[in-house]
């Protein structure tokens, strides 16, 4: 009995190695960071540290959700996020099935191509190309103004400027987001199209009655999975494009905490604010993991 | 790359109504594909155009006053190109260091729990790093206290194990026949030869998409550039451009005070002609090189994560 233990030991031995590595960087530089949140719990002062500064309990949170803008920043970055994820998937899907439809398979590798792009590129680069297309004299507002419409403020209209978010957050994604729901159009059985065609269907009752029908379990399970990020706005993207004028309706979690901790040196408040989002973050995607593998049967792991 | 789904037609007859649907989708279609493609075409307009014209908002697809100017200036002045040899060394040194780890994490992890008894545990490790996050200041702390503070390591070894993409190449691993690394235990084979020789070789499409993620975020990543680097001559280039997209002055009016060799651009070019040049040949590399992945993607990122 201990000799074949042994041996299994022997056995697995390289295995355990093969992660020695990773379990290294991990334990310095994603647990080491978790230490740190006692911050949250401390009035903290670089000078002191973590083991000198002051212990204040729950002091933090208390400012925090006593602080005048937070309902406003977390009523902003669930109503941007939230429209994100609807039309993240709505649009991809209306893509996905639009492109199926193209016969030719280069014209539809060609599609796939040119919007695959701005998935590809940087929220800094994007938003370096926005600021000059949505200005108020850029190409967008002069073809406005062309056709005879107002000049929209997208980046500094406050009631505009959610939506110059949610727009362009979905624009970029969305050419790559439809890779899932083409991989599960070409799953959907063949002989389905063939037997409701005979039944005397026609195109669009076949996509009503065979290809949505096909694509449900692909749809719901994105959608679990999108709930997991409803209190993330998007950082690199309001933060490369937001101004104090639209701080109102366009200040988000990650941002405020950015500017608490980074700007004002407000070092536990904005740990504070990161742990609350953590937490909540945590507890969405455990449920949302769980019933994507209820539903659609999906393990992460 | 993708099998039509939808049985063609006998080519006998197609109605009416199918080919205006046919035309209508092809007019979205191409509309949705400019949408994507006509603000690069515009910014590599603006970057070849003259200042005048490009002050004058007159610029649109095609340049007006064809000059290079805007390239020459900015690759006579040192910040691009020294943001430029930043970022090459990160994203070479951060794809090799992620890509090591990954394989290195996902072979054992794709093992069944009768094969790895601690396979859970370890699991639950990385996966945990999913879930909870130290945040901003904190980790920043423990990058000043490993001192790598104002070095390329900051850059690339915080987020040396992608998580999420770990867990892509181990659902692809568990995803292939048992058979497989059975025989080689059989010929005598330990684990790293069977890793390498027999379990690699055929992971080409995972690999090939994953690598493909991991150049992305490097090549794209600005932020930890501008928290871990005190000096702005250690900036990547992203955040060397975010510093100009925030400031779109910023780098025109300091490399004009630096050089006095590029004054001779100055009559063609300015602010918006060189920031343009520099988003664009930031773009570049992305643009030669996820065409040519493009096949991997479907059966690199999505085989193996559906059970039955």
Redesign the interface.
Known sequence: MKKFRYSRFRRELPLVIMLVPALIFVAIYRYGPMLGVVMAFQKFSPAKGFFHSKWVGLDNFRNLFSMPDIGQIIFNTVFISFFKMALGIIVPVIFALLLNEVSSSGLRRTYQTLVYLPHFLSWVILAGIFADLLSKDGIINASLVNLGFERIGFLSDQKVFPWTMIISDVWKGFGFGSIIYLAALTGIDQNLYEAAAIDGANRWKQMLHVTLPGLVSTIVLMTVLSLANILNGGFDQIYNLYRPAVYRTGDILDTFVYRLGIDNAQFSLSTAAGLFKSIISSVLIITSYRLADKFAGYQIF | ????????SNGLYVSKG?KV??AV??L??TL??L???L??V??LA?SFSNKNAVAA?QV?LWPIGFNTAAYEFILNSSQFVRALGVSIRRTVLGVSLNM??IV??A???S?SNR????RPL??W???I???????????Y???RY?GLMDTIWALV?????AVFN??VV??YMRSLPKELTEAAAIDGA???RT?WQIVLPVCKPTLATVTLFSF?TH?????DGM?YMNRVENYPL?SY??T???N?DAFFRNATNVSESLSRFLNLTNA?TT??AQ?FL??IP??LV??FL?RY??SG??MG????
């Open positions: 790359m993708k099998k039509n789904t939808q049985p063609k199918r649907f046919m989708n092809l979205i279609l949705l594909a949408s994507c493609t603000p690069f515009n910014l603006i908002n649109k090591i780890l290195l994490t072979f054992p992890l093992k094969e790895f008894r601690l370890f699991s490790i990385f996966v790093t999913m879930l909870f996050d130290g945040g901003l200041i904190p980790t702390m423990i990058v490993t070894l915080p987020g040396s194990l770990m867990l181990m659902n330990g684990h790293f890793l992305v090549w794209n990543s600005w932020f928290i992203q451009l975010q100009i997209v925030i779109p918006r920031n343009a988003l930031a773009t992305i643009m996820y065409p493009q993607f479907t990122l999505i994560s559906v059970k039955g």
